[in-house]
């Protein structure tokens, strides 16, 4: 067996029969996994596993204990849904119940956060291998030396054959994910959806970096030739991992990310990337982790005879998703962060053909853009449906965020001042016209224009201000079609373009009247305006 470490589950009150492997490696997770029936190997040497009727996080299903800690600090609402102490209560009980009846059970003790003066220390019991080797994977791992000293902080539980009973444990189904930042306690049952772990993690260090002034982000994050930093904000979707993962950059990370005084730090040890349709002309770095021994791959097509996969088939999920260390992107970086940065990227995946394919922030914008946190998404795959619809995720990324949007916006503006930081907004959703009708935006065209913004040639290109949105248009760029550059002029019909420009600026409004109250008149008079 692997180092367990100097504080065993007895001593966290945790009592079980099971056999525990502590801190197994890759190798024998993935033969444990294999010995279990829990998946399959590929021809590439890649781990095959479907979750089952949860292909994606359960939202829904996610609750916050409401107590005397978090009563005035958590922003209750959609995305923080209250638990009850007695709740809680019932529900750990059963969770340590079935705990103790298990045969088998996996433990990894791992960090949240690669700088060493903001991490947290995370202790994970699973009842799946291939669940240890994914947040073994996703999250920093130990020196030996460290493993000899660690004291858990906060304990993760997944147990997916759990079945919470909504009477008993006040949630909404059999599925659960409840997070106890008193007690530093998080169960995740009924589901076996590896991302409940990971964003679990997130949110803790959500919670807790900004009371230290550090500013977490839902982004990736990669540094230049030069030394320059930059981060990229932006829903799922959006191009978060790909557009980081550059080669002619070195990779920060992909999802999760800390800004302290000094850098910019990865949150995770991993990378979690969607593969569904991945390319190997337009990603070749992150389709190339599809043929490495040591990546999980959720919800990918496998042949059982041949072990072939298919990444373009997606009767299993629209989210099928690929884990796997960050050293498999050859140029990451070695300690896993970076300088503060010098751009900040904020992707936008816009159905409805608006929004142009960069645009240049003031701080005040960008911080308007930030609490927006926009994105769309096309309305599914029924017949005949083809209306986009339009997703405002605070923060970008709201479901992770326990504080008040306004903590993490402040937090940002304050840092965009302090290091002079240039500020970009990217579309890279839709372009001559909406979903249906226009197409997505060339990924040659985005990473031209990014191109450009990073390494400072695109502030010397000549501008227009957008008259819906007031941010300033680049209105020629080197090797980029001028006409793309102005998303009115893409559309066969102007006057289109128009009315469906007023509706989007109407929904900006609308979103962001929650946070009038909590932000200054700059911010306010960045607003998007009918022309």
């Known amino acids: 067996m692997a180092t367990s470490g100097r504080i065993g589950l007895e001593a966290q009150g945790i009592k079980t029969k099971a056999s525990v492997n502590w801190n197994l490696g890759t190798a024998p997770l993935i033969e444990m996994a ?51 102490p007695a709740h809680f209560a019932a529900l750990k009980e059963d969770f340590l119940k079935a705990v103790a009846e298990k045969e088998t059970l996996f433990a990894q003790d791992l960090f949240g956060g690669s700088q060493a003066e903001n991490r947290v220390n995370v202790r994970v019991i699973t009842e ?21 000293a660690f004291t858990p902080e906060y304990t993760i539980i997944d147990l997916p054959s759990f079945k919470a009973d909504p009477a008993r444990h006040g949630c909404r189904s059999e599925t659960v994910v409840a997070v106890n930042f008193t007690e530093k306690l998080i169960l995740i049952g009924g589901t076996a959806y590896a991302g409940e772990m990971k964003k679990s ?33 932006g829903l799922s979707g959006t191009g978060k991992t790909t557009l980081s993962a550059d080669a002619s950059r070195t990779l920060i990370g992909d999802d999760e990310h800390g800004w302290s ?39 990918v097509v496998i042949d059982p005879a041949t072990r072939e996969i298919d990444l373009d088939d997606n009767s299993l999920a629209e989210n099928s998703r690929g884990s796997y260390p960050i050293d498999f992107i050859p140029n990451a970086s070695k300690d896993n962060l ?67 949007p306004s903590v993490y916006g402040n937090l940002l503006k304050e840092r965009i001042a302090k290091g002079g930081v240039d500020c970009w907004l990217v579309n890279t959703g839709w372009t001559g016209g909406q979903y249906g009708v ?12 990014l191109n450009a913004a990073l390494d400072g040639s695109l502030k010397a290109a000549d501008f227009r201000r957008d008259p819906y949105f007031g941010f300033m248009v680049p209105v020629s760029v080197p090797g980029v079609d001028a006409k ?31 946070f009038e109250a909590h932000v200054e008149k700059g911010v306010l008079d960045a607003a998007p305006k009918a022309a």
């Open 34 to 84: 294999v010995q279990r029936g829990e998946g399959l190997l590929s021809k590439d040497g890649a781990f095959v596993v479907e979750t089952g009727r949860h292909t994606g996080r359960s939202a829904n299903d996610k609750f916050t204990v409401k107590d005397a800690e978090t009563e005035s600090t958590v922003w209750w609402g959609k995305s923080n849904k209250p638990m009850d």
């Open 438 to 449: 226009g197409e997505r935006m060339p990924i040659k065209v985005t990473r031209a224009l």
């Open 261 to 299: 005084d000094t850098a910019v730090f990865n949150f995770e040890g991993g990378c979690y990337a969607k593969m569904i349709r991945l390319s190997p002309t337009a990603e070749p770095e992150i389709f190339a982790t599809t043929k490495r021994f040591g990546t999980v791959l959720e919800n």
């Open 338 to 404: 970076g300088p503060v940065p010098r751009n900040i990227i904020m992707l936008t995946a816009d159905a409805f053909g608006i929004l142009p394919p960069i645009a240049k922030l003031t701080p005040d914008q960008a911080m308007y853009h930030f609490l927006s946190g926009y994105t769309a998404r096309v309305a599914g795959t029924e017949i005949g449906v083809t209306e986009p619809d339009a997703t405002f995720s605070t923060c970008f990324g709201a479901p992770f965020m326990p504080r008040h």
């Open 201 to 233: 993690v997130f949110g803790i260090l959500n919670y807790l970096l900004p009371t230290k002034g550090v500013m977490p982000m839902h982004c990736s994050a990669n540094i230049g030739p030069a030394g320059d930093t930059a981060v990229f904000f």
């Open 484 to 514: 793309i550059l102005d998303p009115r002029a893409t559309w066969p019909d102007p006057a289109a373009y128009d009315e469906k420009a007023k509706a989007l600026v109407k929904m900006f409004v609308e979103n962001f009247a929650q």
């Open 128 to 148: 799946f291998a291939w669940h240890s080797l994914f947040i073994r994977t996703l999250l920093v791992r130990p020196t030996a030396a460290e493993l000899e």
